[in-house]
């Protein structure tokens, strides 16, 4: 099949499970790559903590920033506590900064992303991922604003209502009347611009090497393993990514790096138009695209 008709097809698939995306998988070593509406932009929610521990880490390797450096995080700084992380802690701690940088990338914790950015601003982390030659990807603010959408305003019982919300005021332009979803207010990228960003990683580029090293370390100790690594992962091929998920907003890009030596980023950012919190369903169908265009590239 060629990769017209494939598109096309998945595309088809996407849509009739309520889905839409941007998609690419693109080989580091050819340049060679297929995808899906891949300059869609979309709100990336914790998918921006890979610019952010670029940026963490070009600081430490300046000698800017010391990684050994230990920090006070009081309990209470997440109005609503993550799934994991010192959001949960009851009591004070004090954490390394390099060790803050593991909690933010491989355990997703969004307190820990925040303490980073309180050393690292925004606009810092921003231009970080310029220097480095990658477009197309905005750092616009910390991630607590995550945590200020209308799902928080209501019980867990009636969390749909928010989906709800999220799915139906769209506009034509990605605007959106909350500011997490408006790609032109959040943290935003599409597929291709993080692609080009796991590139730079993965590949020689303007980022140090002991920078690149690092972040790809953390990368492959990611915790969350729901997404896409059930497809990815295997005793032949390993999986580093990061993942983002916000309302009805599901992402996860990656690298695959097969045990023959092909070496594929992969980045799938998708919206659900289906009402609900919990859609195992489209987690399964995400993967699979991901996986049919990363098939018909190999």
Do not use: C
Not at 111 to 130: I, Q
Not at 160 to 166: D, G, K, Q, V
């Amino acid at each position: 099949m060629n990769g017209v008709r494939l598109t096309r097809e998945l595309r088809g698939v996407l849509s009739d499970a309520g889905l839409s995306g941007s998609f690419l998988v693109r080989d580091l070593s050819t340049g060679e790559e297929i995808g899906i509406d891949p300059d869609v932009e979309f709100a990336v929610a914790s998918l921006v903590k890979v610019p952010l521990a670029v940026a963490v880490l070009a600081r430490i390797h300046d000698g800017s920033l010391d990684g050994a450096a230990m920090i006070d995080v009081e309990p209470g700084r997440a109005a609503v506590p993550g799934p994991a992380g010192l959001g949960r802690f009851r009591h004070p701690a004090r954490v390394a900064v390099e060790d803050l940088l593991y909690l933010s990338t491989a355990v997703s914790d969004n307190t820990a992303a925040d303490v980073l950015f309180d050393l690292v601003p925004p606009a810092e982390v921003h231009r970080a991922v310029r220097d480095a030659g990658v477009a197309g990807i905005a750092v616009r603010h910390r991630l607590r604003d995550l945590v200020e959408t209308p799902a928080e305003r209501f019980e867990p019982g009636d969390a749909h209502l928010a989906h709800a919300l999220a799915i139906g005021s769209r506009t034509e332009g990605r605007g959106h009347p909350v500011p997490q979803l408006d790609v032109s207010r959040a943290n935003a990228g599409s597929a291709r611009a993080f692609t080009d960003l796991l590139q730079a990683l993965w590949t020689p580029s303007r980022l140090p090497a002991a920078v690149t090293a690092r972040v790809r370390a953390l990368m492959g100790e990611n915790l969350i393993r729901h997404r896409l690594a059930p497809d990815f992962a295997s005793d032949a091929a390993k999986w580093s990514s990061k993942t983002g998920t916000l309302l009805n907003l599901r992402h996860e890009v990656g690298v695959v790096e097969h045990d023959d030596g092909a070496v594929l980023a992969v980045a799938a950012l998708t919206e659900s138009n289906v009402p609900a919190v919990v859609q195992p369903a489209a987690e399964a169908l995400m993967a699979h695209v991901a996986r049919t265009l990363h098939d018909h590239l190999r």
